[in-house]
């Protein structure tokens, strides 16, 4: 009776074949190289907007006095 508990819950276990086969497999390094030209393009966008405001202020500052 226990063996057929058992085999009861393997079969349960298992994916059924087609749903693994609608999913296609992804390369995490390839994920990975795609978040890091998003965090490299986003570091140089925050670092020239951040220059602006500074050269903006400094403009700003010499133009008064």
């Known amino acids: 009776m226990s063996t057929e ?8 276990a298992e994916t059924p074949s087609h ?4 999913y296609k497999r992804v390369d995490v390094d390839v ?3 795609r ?6 393009k986003e ?4 670092s020239i907007i951040f ?3 500074v050269a903006s202020i ?4 010499l ?3």
């Open 5 to 12: 508990s058992l085999n009861r819950t393997s079969n349960n």
């Open 58 to 61: 400094g403009a700003l500052t």
């Open 51 to 53: 220059y602006t405001v």
């Open 63 to 65: 133009f008064t006095y």
């Open 19 to 22: 749903f693994s086969d609608a």
């Open 31 to 33: 994920l990975k190289q």
């Open 35 to 40: 978040l890091l030209e998003e965090n490299k």
């Open 43 to 46: 570091k140089k966008k925050r």
